[in-house]
């Protein structure tokens, strides 16, 4: 019943931008940190956003930092992962985690959307 979903990847050439959305059914997104993971092909699975419930604070790892803002549609249920500058070494299957806690965890996780980027 408690269920994310993403949506939005696909093939973009390097320097474009994508916006992938995670909509959740079941349980209200307003109540949760909100994490963005990927994994690239070969390599283990990245943390690289999170947005923390308890006080809105956002963190971004280094590599996607200025690049990649994370975002709700409250009314929607939903959030989203607005991802510029996009560049070859992005190419991942990206995730979205719903926590209750002051984390991103991964207490649920979507199914997964590919990105490539690819000229």
């Known amino acids: 019943q408690l269920q994310l979903v993403e949506s939005g990847g696909g093939l973009v050439q390097p320097g474009g931008s994508l916006r992938l959305s995670c909509a959740a059914s079941?349980?209200?997104?307003?109540?949760?940190?909100i994490g963005w993971f990927r994994q690239a092909p070969g390599k283990e699975r990245e943390g690289i956003s999170c947005g923390i419930n308890k006080d809105g604070s956002t963190f971004y790892v280094d590599s996607v930092k200025g690049r990649f803002t994370i975002s709700r549609d409250s009314a929607k249920n939903t959030v989203f992962l607005q991802m510029n500058s996009l560049k070859p070494e992005d190419t991942a299957v990206y995730f979205c985690?719903?926590?209750?806690?002051?984390?991103?965890?991964?207490?649920?996780w979507g199914q997964g959307t590919q990105v490539t980027v690819s000229s």
């Open positions: 985690t719903a926590d209750l806690g002051p984390a991103c965890l991964g207490d649920y």
């Open positions: 079941g349980f209200t997104l307003d109540t949760y940190s």
